[in-house]
C-alpha cells in the first residue's frame, strides 16, 4: 500500500493527502542558495503574474532610487483600480513610503508613481524591469506594467519569480519591506494603517515575508520566503484557486505544524484604518472654547496661569 502511494504521489505531486489537491496550475518550492527543487508542477509555464510583479517594481527602485527621495505623481494615480493609497496627483511623497505601499498594501498607484518617476514612462519602466530580469536568469518573464494589473503579454513562471525574490531577499531595505505586518502612512489629512496581506507573517513563525496578487484572470499568485534549520525556502506558485490552502498542502514538505483554516482566516487583511487628525492649533481653540463654555455654565471666574 504505502508503495503504491508513492508511486501515485510521484505521478501526480498533487495528490499529498487524501481529498486535498493543489488548485494552482504552477508551482515551485526550492531551497534558495543552491536553488535544489523541492517540489513542484509546471514551473516553466508562462503564466500572468499578478501583484507579485511588485516585487520586481520595488527592488528596481531599491536598486535606483534613494528611500528619502520625493516623488510626485501624476494625474494617471487617481484612475488606477485598487488596491491603492489614494495617492494626490502632484503632492509630495517618500519614495519609501511608496515602497511601502507597494508592498504591504499592494498599491497600484504606489508602484506607478515609483515607475514613472524612476523611467520618465511605466513603458520605459517596464524595460528597465525587463532587463533586470534577464540580468537574473528569468528568460520567460515579461512585464508590461509596474503593478501586475491584468494585460495580455505580462506573464512570469514560478521559476522566474523564485530566482527574482531570490535576488531581492538579498537587499537588506526588501526584506524589511515584506516583514512588516503594518504600514503607517500619514499625510497632512489623515494616517492610515495598512495591513500586509500575506498571512503567514500573522500566524506561521518561520515565515520571512512574501508578496501576494490577485486579478480575476491571473487568479490568486503568490511568492514567499520560509526559514528552516538555518536555511531559506522559497515558494512561489501562480493562477491559484485557494491560495492558502495551496501553500500550507506545499509546504508540508518542510513543516509538520503549519497554521489551521481559522487562523490563516483570522490573519486576513483588514480593510485599512483612517483617522483624520487636526494641527495642535485648531485642538487647543477647540478646547478653549469647551472651557469658555463650561465656565459661563458654572458662574466661575478663569483660573490665573500660574506659568508653570
Known amino acids: ?19 486535498e489537491t493543489i488548485t494552482a496550475n504552477s ?10 527543487i523541492i517540489a513542484g508542477r509546471n514551473y516553466h509555464q508562462r503564466l500572468a503574474p499578478a501583484s507579485t510583479t511588485k516585487v520586481m517594481t520595488t527592488l528596481l527602485a531599491i536598486e535606483t532610487v534613494d528611500t528619502a527621495e520625493t516623488v510626485i505623481p501624476d494625474k494617471r494615480v487617481a484612475t488606477l483600480p485598487a488596491s491603492k493609497m ?25 508602484a506607478y508613481a515609483l515607475a514613472k518617476h524612476i523611467g520618465g514612462s511605466e513603458e520605459d519602466f517596464a524595460r528597465m524591469m525587463n532587463d533586470r ?57 489623515k494616517s492610515v494603517r495598512y495591513k500586509n496581506h500575506n498571512r503567514f507573517l500573522f500566524c506561521f513563525e518561520p515565515a520571512i515575508g512574501g508578496k501576494t ?26 493562477n491559484s484557486r485557494d491560495l492558502w490552502g495551496d501553500a500550507v498542502l506545499i509546504l508540508r514538505n518542510l513543516y509538520d505544524q503549519l497554521p489551521s483554516d481559522k487562523e490563516l482566516r483570522s490573519a486576513r487583511a483588514s480593510s485599512a484604518s483612517l483617522s483624520s487628525y487636526k494641527p495642535k492649533k485648531a485642538k487647543k481653540v477647540a478646547a478653549k472654547k469647551k ?13 490665573v496661569k500660574s506659568g508653570s
Open 213 to 238: 496578487g490577485f486579478t480575476r484572470k491571473s487568479k490568486h499568485c503568490y511568492v514567499g520566503a520560509f526559514e528552516r534549520d538555518g536555511k531559506t525556502y522559497i515558494l512561489s506558485l501562480l
Open 133 to 189: 530580469a534577464n540580468e537574473l536568469g528569468a528568460f520567460n518573464t515579461h512585464f508590461k506594467n509596474a503593478s501586475g494589473l491584468y494585460v495580455d503579454g505580462q506573464y512570469t513562471t514560478c521559476y522566474d519569480l523564485a530566482l527574482i525574490f531570490k535576488r531581492a531577499l538579498s537587499n537588506d531595505i526588501f526584506r524589511e519591506l515584506i516583514a512588516k505586518k503594518y504600514f503607517f502612512f500619514q499625510d497632512s489629512r
Open 27 to 36: 508551482y515551485i518550492l526550492v531551497e534558495k542558495e543552491s536553488f535544489d
Open 291 to 303: 472651557y469658555k463654555k463650561k465656565v459661563a455654565k458654572k458662574g466661575t471666574k478663569k483660573p
Open 1 to 19: 500500500m504505502i508503495s503504491l502511494l508513492l508511486i501515485l504521489f510521484s505521478l501526480f505531486p498533487s495528490m499529498l493527502f487524501a481529498g
Open 86 to 110: 489614494h495617492l494626490m496627483p502632484g503632492k509630495q511623497y517618500s519614495a519609501i513610503d511608496l515602497m511601502n505601499g507597494a508592498m504591504v498594501e499592494s498599491a497600484n498607484d504606489a
